[in-house]
């Protein structure tokens, strides 16, 4: 049965957990990189500034730092 059910992007790109283990990030077609709480599903603020999908993002060993790649050709 599932544990969880969470509301997010209606096309997800990617889907990543972080370092560690707490939070759960993706992102879809609205250009926003999406984050919840694994234990609660409690939605976190929305990352966004990108002009097109992002579709990928890389999370720092410290878990401080996220960097995301877009089709609108930049790196945030």
Known sequence: A???????PEEPEWLQFHPNGSVILTSGNDFCVWS?????????PLFCGHTD???CAVISSSGK??????????LK
């Open 36 to 44: 919840w709480l694994v234990t609660s599903g409690e939605s976190h």
């Open 2 to 8: 599932p544990v969880l059910t969470i509301q997010g």
């Open 65 to 74: 730092m996220l960097v995301t790649g877009s089709l609108d050709n930049t």
């Open 53 to 55: 999908t992002v579709t």
